[in-house]
């Protein structure tokens, strides 16, 4: 069975209860790595300079404390998993929620085209719905 590393375990730590939990089930169910939960201005900052992520300090849900947001990526592929790997990841994200009653929304799920002629989704993120 799939358990988190000590690096991941640290960052879910910053997630509320509800994302912690949602984490923890699936990970019984398929491996994963955790790479952001709680981030704080400097970090969001230039996640939005880099282009990933669409929000300056402090809209995203990633800047509550704890996290009402976390990105995660298919282990051992990371970023460079193919979109099914994001999917096959996406469903026991999902089957947890729902296990647990807790309603989520997947970046996976978003387009916002770009004017560049693709579709931007973010393959990595989960944030509580609110």
Not at 22 to 29: D, G, S, V, Y
Not at 32 to 49: K, L, M, P, T
């Amino acid at each position: 069975m799939p358990s988190f590393s000590r690096k991941s375990n640290e960052i879910v730590n910053t997630c509320t209860a509800g994302s912690q939990a949602i984490l923890r089930e699936a990970i019984k169910h398929f491996d994963f790595s955790v790479i952001w939960g709680h981030r704080g201005e400097d970090d969001q900052n230039e996640a939005f300079d880099a282009g990933a992520s669409r929000n300056r300090w402090p809209t995203s849900k990633h800047n509550k404390y704890p996290s009402r947001a976390f990105d995660i990526v298919p282990y051992p592929e990371g970023y460079g998993a193919d979109y099914g790997r994001f999917y096959e990841m996406a469903t026991y994200i999902y089957a947890a929620a729902s296990k647990l009653g807790i309603p989520i929304e997947w970046g996976g799920h978003w387009i916002s085209y770009t004017g560049k002629g693709h579709n931007d989704r973010d393959w990595a993120h989960f944030n509580l719905r609110e």
